[in-house]
Nanobody, 118 residues
Framework: QVQLAESGGGLVQAGGSLRLSCAAS????????MGWFRQAPGKERESVAV????????DYADSVKGRFTISRDNAKNTADLQMNSLKPEDTAVYYC???????????WGQGTQVTVAS
C-alpha cells in the first residue's frame, strides 16, 4: 500500500508561485503514473497534471499549461508541482494521486489547500 502526503500549499498573491510536493511511503512509486488533481468549492475534482513513470511523458490541463510544471524524483519517491503565475481561479484543494498497474488512480493524499488572493 502506498501512502501519499502533500505539502507546500498556502496563501499567495495573484501572480505568485508555490511548489507542492507529494511524498510517498509504504512502497516505491517508481513505476507508477503520478498525478495532481484539484477541487474547488462547489466544483468537481479535475486533473491538473500527470507524469509517466519515466518522467518524460507529461500532460496538463489547458488551464495550467505554460504555468505549472509536474516533475518526479523516483530516487526520493516524490512528485512535485511547480505553480507559477497563479490566478485566483487556481484556488482549490490540491491532491496527489498514484496510478499503479491497475490503470486507475488508486492512491490519494489528503490534499493541501492553495488559496490565491486577487
Amino acid at each position: 500500500q502506498v501512502q501519499l502526503a502533500e505539502s507546500g500549499g498556502g496563501l499567495v498573491q495573484a501572480g505568485g508561485s508555490l511548489r507542492l510536493s507529494c511524498a510517498a511511503s509504504g512502497d516505491t512509486i517508481r513505476t507508477y503514473t503520478m498525478g495532481w488533481f484539484r477541487q474547488a468549492p462547489g466544483k468537481e475534482r479535475e486533473s491538473v497534471a500527470v507524469i509517466g513513470w519515466t518522467g518524460r511523458e507529461t500532460d496538463y490541463a489547458d488551464s495550467v499549461k505554460g504555468r505549472f510544471t509536474i516533475s518526479r524524483d523516483n530516487a526520493k519517491n516524490t512528485a512535485d508541482l511547480q505553480m507559477n503565475s497563479l490566478k485566483p481561479e487556481d484556488t482549490a484543494v490540491y491532491y496527489c494521486a498514484a496510478m499503479p498497474s491497475s490503470g486507475r488512480f488508486d492512491y490519494w493524499g489528503q490534499g493541501t489547500q492553495v488559496t490565491v488572493a486577487s
